[in-house]
């Protein structure tokens, strides 16, 4: 059974550009969230998706945004790239999300570099 | 709004030797996870409590919650090199159905 994908797993942008990142999640999972981790913040709830349908979002700025689409794939987007953007971007997947998910299954993030 | 502690920071241990990772909530835990990360790399699941008093076991790592559901803690019995990783608890939040809320993380070293 495959794993969660992220791809590209490294990637680096000049302030002010645009991003998308994306994640693959474990086939039969209809749950992908999406995370920010940074060394001085730890791990930050982004937004998650469920069937198509932002379920919740995190507290960031409207330039993070993102989709699924209908075979549960997901996109994230980082308009107006800033330095403190930089980050370790993680996806997960689980059967039904939520608070009350059980296991989530990670992929291994996409590390953005902000210059 | 809910917060999870965990402490310590960092921990250096001597391999074989014990440790305790703890995690704190202000408020009732709605279902507690672990997780271990290597560095750069994505989380891996270690367990999931959800009943105050639970204990749950795999290979050397013991990890339980309290009766109140407030707090956890992971043990690890004579660690090895491959215990090494950053740890991260993460709990239901009360405040959102559909949100995880996660512990600073725990950066565990082992020195042969």
């Known amino acids: 059974k495959a794993g969660v994908t992220q791809t590209p797993r490294y990637l680096i942008k000049t302030r002010g550009q645009q991003v998308t990142l994306s994640c693959s999640p474990i086939?039969?999972?209809?749950?992908v969230s999406w995370y920010q981790q940074t060394p001085g913040q730890g791990l930050q709830f982004l937004f998650e998706?469920?069937?198509?349908?932002?379920?919740n979002k995190g507290n960031f700025p409207g330039r993070f945004s993102g989709r699924q689409f209908s075979n549960s794939r997901s996109e994230m987007n980082v308009s107006t790239l800033e330095l403190g953007d930089s980050a370790l971007y993680l996806c997960?997947?689980?059967?039904?999300?939520?608070?009350?998910?059980?296991?989530?299954?990670f992929g291994e993030g996409s590390r953005l570099t902000v210059l | 709004s809910q917060e999870l502690e965990q402490s310590p920071q960092s921990l250096i241990v001597q391999e074989g030797k014990n440790l305790t990772i703890n995690c704190t909530s202000s408020?009732?835990?709605?279902?507690l996870y672990w997780y271990k990360q290597k560095y750069g790399e994505g989380l891996i699941f270690l367990m999931m409590?959800?009943?105050g008093g639970e204990e749950k076991s795999h290979e050397k790592i013991t990890a339980k919650l309290d009766e109140k559901k407030q707090q956890s803690s992971l043990h690890i019995t004579a660690s090895q090199p491959s215990h090494a990783g950053i740890y991260l608890c993460?709990?239901?939040?009360?405040?959102?159905?559909?949100?995880?809320?996660w512990g600073a993380g725990t950066k565990l070293i082992i020195k042969p």
């Open positions: 997960a997947s689980s059967l039904i999300g939520g608070r009350n998910t059980g296991e989530l299954f």
């Open positions: 086939s039969g999972h209809r749950s």
């Open positions: 998706y469920f069937s198509e349908t932002q379920r």
């Open positions: 408020k009732t835990l709605y279902g």
């Open positions: 409590l959800q009943k």
């Open positions: 993460g709990a239901g939040s009360l405040d959102s159905n559909y949100q995880l809320i």
